[in-house]
């Protein structure tokens, strides 16, 4: 089973975060997410990640938190860069929840902590803190929170202003969470699966302004299903040229006496999620034995 991080850029669209020298904390940590995310999918095996938004959008912090724990994330990593009134507040800082943490969440913390010290060297290290933040509170995995320097600094925001800071900043985050689970590097010869079995749905090549979404919507299929024909690690990030299976026709099923949606699911290699939704189920413990199901 590889592990979900679920990366959450703060604020987004109408929230700009924290603002100042000529700096939005709303980019900044999107940019810091996006290199996270990239630099974890390349580098390391056994790990899927989601975005809490992509792209300049506005996302409640409730719909945040609900999106990671539907998805069953193991970690929540909140991205965010500080703001004081005073100009002269700086460093680095990191939050988890001031309630009832397990120990796992306190070496979540432990493990970025320790990585982001090496890109902050430089700076105040502001230490591990706790706070009672709703995305630390309500995710229900390990969450840590990082603040990455102070935007209203004139000193972090030259920092914060250059690209290959952020990099670092997202690499270092990003192998914090690494050595958390103890993934293992890709070693240089794995290549994307260019399986030559030709799939009886057939493929599709995907086309500049694609989006999994779009590509599943036209081929009457759904992303969850493209991401796990595809062994794709990370939905947000698929490339121009690239060769997606997709799925056959729709398979049928009568249902027999002990069939249950979750059998039935992990048999046709379908999730309940996708038999609920194609069969319209209100609820997936109530199917009748002869009652003819779709199920692929
Ligand atoms: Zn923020």
Do not use: C
Not at 147 to 160: G, K, P, V, Y
């Amino acid at each position: 089973m590889s592990k979900k991080v679920f990366l959450d850029p703060g604020h987004g669209g109408h929230d700009s975060g924290a603002v100042g020298n000529g700096l939005k904390e709303k980019d900044i940590v999107l940019k810091i997410a996006t290199y996270a995310r990239d630099f974890l999918s390349t580098n390391y095996d056994g790990v899927s990640i989601r975005m809490s938004r992509n792209s300049d959008t506005f996302v409640s912090l409730s719909k945040r938190t609900t999106d990671a724990n539907n998805w069953g994330a193991n970690v929540y990593i909140s991205i965010h860069v500080n703001a004081a009134s005073s100009p002269s507040a700086t460093g680095y800082e990191d939050y988890i929840w001031n309630g009832n943490v397990s120990q796992s969440t306190k070496d979540l913390q432990n493990s970025i902590h320790r990585e982001m010290a090496k890109v902050f060297k430089s700076f105040r290290n502001r230490g591990k803190k706790r706070a009672n933040f709703h995305v630390l509170r309500e995710s229900r995995m390990s969450a840590v929170l990082t603040e990455s320097l102070f935007i209203t600094n004139q000193n972090d925001a030259a920092f914060l202003k250059k690209d290959s800071n952020l990099k670092k900043i997202a690499e270092h985050l990003a192998i914090g969470i690494a050595k958390y689970f103890n993934l293992s590097k890709k070693s240089p010869s794995t290549q994307p699966s260019n399986s030559n079995s030709v799939p009886s749905g057939g493929t599709y090549t995907v086309k500049s302004g694609d989006t999994l979404t779009k590509i599943a919507k036209k081929h009457g299929t759904t992303v969850d299903e493209l991401v796990r024909l595809n062994n794709i690690s990370n939905p947000n990030l698929i490339r121009v040229n690239q060769i997606l299976r997709l799925p056959g026709g729709p398979v049928y099923h009568i249902v027999k006496r002990g069939d249950t949606v979750s059998k039935l699911a992990s048999q046709y290699g379908s999730t309940q999620n996708q038999i609920k939704n194609w069969n319209k189920l209100k609820d997936i413990n109530l199917i009748r034995v002869g009652e003819k199901l779709r199920v692929k």
